[in-house]
C-alpha cells in the first residue's frame, strides 16, 4: 500500500473514533441534563401548599377555613384585596384561580408559566399559558394594561 493512502484510512479511522467518543459523551450528557429540566419544567405547580389533586381536608389544612364556599369552589382571601378560589371536581381540586390587585404580591411570570411566549393582547393586556401535556395541567397568567389587576389560572 503506498503512504498517502495509508494516512488517509489512518486519519479516517481516528476521525470515526474521535466522532463516536463525542456521540458517547453527548449521548450520557443529553440523559443527565435535558431529561431532569423536563421533568423540572419551572412553572407555577402550587400555591400556599395547595396543588391539582387534593382533598378539601388537604386544601383546609394548608389555608384554613374558606371565607367563602359551595359543593364546587371555596374562597380564599390572602394578602390586602388578593384573592384565591380552589375549584373542585369529584372531590379533588381541579382548577386554582389566583387574583392578585396589588402587582407587588404577584409571582413574577417566569415563576408562573417559565419560558411560555408572553402575548400583547389588543387592549393592551399581556397574557402567556404554558400547557405541561405530560403532567396533564396548563398554567395561565393574565395582567391587564395598567398592571394593576394580575390573575394565575392552574388547571387540568
Known amino acids: 500500500m ?14 470515526s473514533l474521535c466522532l463516536w467518543a463525542e456521540q458517547a459523551a453527548l449521548s ?8 431532569p429540566m423536563w421533568q423540572t419544567a419551572k412553572v407555577l405547580r402550587e400555591f400556599k401548599g395547595v396543588k ?10 394548608a389555608l384554613g377555613q374558606p371565607e367563602n364556599n359551595n359543593d364546587a369552589s371555596e374562597d380564599y382571601k390572602l ?16 382548577a386554582i384561580q389566583l387574583a392578585f390587585m396589588e402587582a407587588k404580591n404577584a409571582p413574577a411570570w417566569r415563576d408562573v408559566v417559565g419560558d411560555a411566549e408572553v ?15 405530560e403532567e396533564k ?3 395561565a397568567i393574565y395582567q391587564n394594561k ?7 389560572t392552574i388547571s387540568r
Open 79 to 94: 394578602t390586602g384585596e388578593d384573592t384565591m378560589t380552589v375549584r373542585y371536581e369529584n372531590g379533588e381540586v381541579k
Open 28 to 35: 450520557s450528557t443529553a440523559h443527565d441534563y435535558i431529561e
Open 52 to 61: 391539582l389533586g387534593l382533598k378539601p381536608e388537604q386544601v383546609h389544612a
Open 146 to 152: 395598567e398592571g394593576t389587576i394580575t390573575r394565575i
Open 2 to 15: 503506498n503512504r498517502p493512502l495509508q494516512k488517509a484510512i489512518a486519519f479516517g479511522i481516528g476521525c
Open 119 to 133: 402575548v400583547e393582547l389588543a387592549n393592551g393586556a399581556k397574557t402567556a399559558r404554558k400547557v405541561l401535556a
Open 137 to 139: 395541567f396548563w398554567v
